[in-house]
């Protein structure tokens, strides 16, 4: 069935005429449009800033922590360069009981993927900065993933509104765990590791900024509609992201960079020591 319909010239003319729609959309929204070149634009500056800033690292979990960074603008700038393509945006219908129920309305689900690739990579840079083990790693990144593909699954369907606010919740309960582990486990790591004091700074930036997302999804056109604007909320989305991704993204890996020693020092991943102790083991 599926290579039927590839194969049939109609339905291929009728894809490209949606992404050539959602292109020209966005380009004629100034609000909408502006959003997300402002997002290419920062990730590919920050991709230049991060390539910079690493080319001196020396120890091996300065250099982990380096290219989860590095991975942050990456991701974002294929994917908001899809967002303004049309690849990854739709129209669709809103169930029955939402506010704009009926009326097609713009949804940009690729920020989804973006989230799903881009925010373990934050997560990862924490957890190596904070020395936790791969056990308290593992739970947040898997728990993360869990968060956004459940955010997803609520942006995306339409048979149920009911539905959207379950999913919506479930996504919400792993996003808590995820909090959780932030504000209550790697602390702890990150005073034994010496890296308290920046991890603090950093902590709190993510767990402040990651609040907002949901609190976006819920008044925006995706939730209660309380504010109907594709353009508006498709900013609060970009300033959340350069300032939880490129903002957050720089703070590290310059610290990082300043302070090789403490970051090396700290234990292992897997937790047999830290690279000084490897290096004289061997």
Partial sequence: MIETALADPTVAEFT???QTDAYEMIQEDTLLSSSLWANVALAGLSILTFVYLGRDLKNTRAKLIWVAVLLVP???VSSYSSLLSGLTVDM?????GHPLAGEPQFSSWGRYLTWTLSTPAILVGLGLLAGTDFTKLFAAVTMDIAMCVTGLAAALITQSYLLRWVFFGISCAFFLVVVYILLAEWPADAAAAGTGEIFGTLKLLTVVLWFGYPIVWAVGIEGLALIESAGVISWAYSALDILAKYVFAFLLLNWVRNNQDVV??????????????????D
Wanted: aromatic share 0%; charged share 5%.
């Fill in 74 to 76: 990456l991701v974002s």
């Fill in 264 to 281: 090396g020092a700290g234990p292992s991943l897997l937790g047999s020591g830290s690279d000084s102790a490897a290096a004289a083991a």
């Fill in 92 to 96: 669709i219908m809103l169930p029955d």
């Fill in 16 to 18: 490209q005429l949606l």
